[in-house]
């Protein structure tokens, strides 16, 4: 593997809220070290799953100047790409200050139909405004949500004119065959993560860094297995990445971000957890029976043992909802 600034296992991390709908810093700290304790290698907050462009921007530079400073920088990767240009710039700013360089930056995304040189322009002003050597963008391309795709002429422009800045992306448009793999590929040495733990074993093969993924909140000692074996050359790495694609599989047949904070609910027997932004709402009753009863056939409370608390309780349990009014 190529010595990359981030690799390994990233979680999208999620963002615990307070009754008020405010980000709750406290219980994401500890969110983020159970993540490190358990098989991450490094944490992205203000992620499409930890509900960022559901938030004022007030909210996240709050967010940004209270965290970063908890968690270990170098583990750190903060979303601060914008539907505004300015907005994006702040939140960079910020996320520098706080001692953060690396950071995750959508493009400018509410008018589509962008042309290349549009969206590389935006990126490169970025880049020259803020000026900074001490920056590290992965770019993130998830066209499916942002409706402005990132493409391969942009990717190799970037890194072209900005090398020791533009060094990452994650690509969550989940197309390996006529994205990821033509990335890694092409650009070895740039750390292309996939959006999805089902391609971490590809990845680490194809020379890639890794993943960055929503689900890892809850897989992340399965997803470090597959690495951990991967790396000692054992044949059983395919057999856990198997296993770990089962049960992300399973898990993305739900509204992931209402799953997640289920489930990590159950995990910190904390109901508090289910608080959510609109416009997600959480999921219904039956569902929750329906996802750990999922769960269970796929076999995730065999591997992930930080849940063998609930395994036992599972049909029973029934947290309370939040007082939100969501």
């Not at 462009?53 to 990767?77: G, H, T, Y």
């Not at 959006?195 to 074993?201: I, K, N, R, V, Y």
Request: net charge negative.
């Amino acid at each position: 593997m190529a010595d990359f600034i981030l690799s390994g296992v990233l979680a999208a991390s999620l963002t615990p809220l307070t009754k008020e709908l405010d980000p709750d810093t406290g219980k994401l700290i500890v969110h983020a070290n159970w993540l490190l304790d358990n098989g991450c290698d490094g944490i992205a907050i203000l992620g499409t799953t930890g509900e960022a462009n559901s938030f004022s921007l007030k909210q996240r530079l709050d967010l940004i100047a209270q965290v970063a400073q908890r968690l270990p920088s170098e583990k750190m990767m903060i979303g601060t790409g914008c539907c505004a240009f300015t907005d994006t710039l702040s939140l960079t700013r910020a996320a520098l200050a706080s001692g953060c360089g690396n950071v995750l930056v959508l493009p400018t995304f509410y008018y589509k139909n962008q042309s290349d040189d549009s969206v590389y322009a935006t990126f490169a002003e970025v880049i020259n405004r803020i000026g900074d050597e001490r920056l590290r963008i992965f770019l993130y391309h998830f066209p499916q949500m942002s409706g402005t795709p990132i493409s391969i002429g942009v990717v190799e422009r970037l890194i072209k004119t900005y090398p020791k800045t533009v060094v990452g992306l994650k690509d969550s448009s989940g197309e390996w065959d006529t994205n990821t793999s033509v990335l890694l590929k092409n650009f070895p040495g740039f750390a292309t993560f996939s959006g999805s733990e089902q391609f971490l074993l590809k990845n680490l093969q194809a020379g890639g860094p890794g993943c960055i993924s929503a689900t890892v909140n809850v897989t992340a000692p399965m997803a470090q297995t597959v690495i951990d074996l991967w790396r000692t050359g054992e044949e059983a790495a395919e057999g856990a990445q198997v296993q770990l694609t089962r049960v992300r599989q399973a898990l993305q047949k739900f509204p992931v971000i209402a799953a997640l904070k289920f489930l990590t609910s159950l995990r910190m027997g904390d109901a508090d957890w289910l608080n959510i932004l609109l416009p997600h709402l959480n999921l219904p009753q039956a569902h929750r029976q329906e996802l750990l009863a999922t769960l269970a056939e796929v076999e995730f409370f065999n591997h992930v043992t930080q849940f063998a608390v609930q395994e036992t309780d599972r049909h029973s349990h029934r947290p309370a909802e939040p007082t939100s009014g969501l």
